[in-house]
């Protein structure tokens, strides 16, 4: 299974972007897909989560923001975000569990200008 992000890039303050991770290969039944950042100096962190039965959590520091959806016919989970803030700055990574299995795509820089 491949994860592949996309979508990062420059945005200025307020803004929005929405990112994509598209999984390939053999997918057999997705439990859940969730997006990380970590930012320079800072630890990894989960900031949204969709589970099969459709159930999300997000980090508190993006409720109201940011939201996660899914294309099941595509195989791709979206992070729309939006009013984007400097401390939104980041490495964005997806992650899938499916099958047992955790997977991680490569990250895609997301950097919010003041």
């Known amino acids: 299974v491949q994860l592949q992000a996309s979508g990062g890039g420059l945005v200025q303050a307020g803004g929005s972007l929405r990112l994509s991770c598209s999984a390939s290969?053999?997918?057999?039944?997705?439990?859940?897909m969730a997006w990380y950042r970590q930012a320079p100096g800072a630890q990894r962190e989960r900031v949204a989560l969709?589970?099969?039965?459709?159930?999300?959590n997000y980090a508190d520091a993006v409720k109201g923001r940011f939201t996660i959806s899914r294309d099941n016919a595509k195989n791709t989970v979206y992070l729309q975000m939006s009013s984007l803030q400097p401390e939104d700055t980041a490495v964005y990574s997806c992650?899938?569990?499916?099958?047992?299995?955790?997977?991680w795509g490569q990250g895609t820089l997301v950097t919010v200008s003041s």
């Open positions: 969709l589970a099969s039965g459709g159930g999300t």
């Open positions: 992650y899938a569990f499916i099958a047992g299995y955790s997977y």
């Open positions: 290969g053999s997918i057999g039944r997705i439990n859940l």
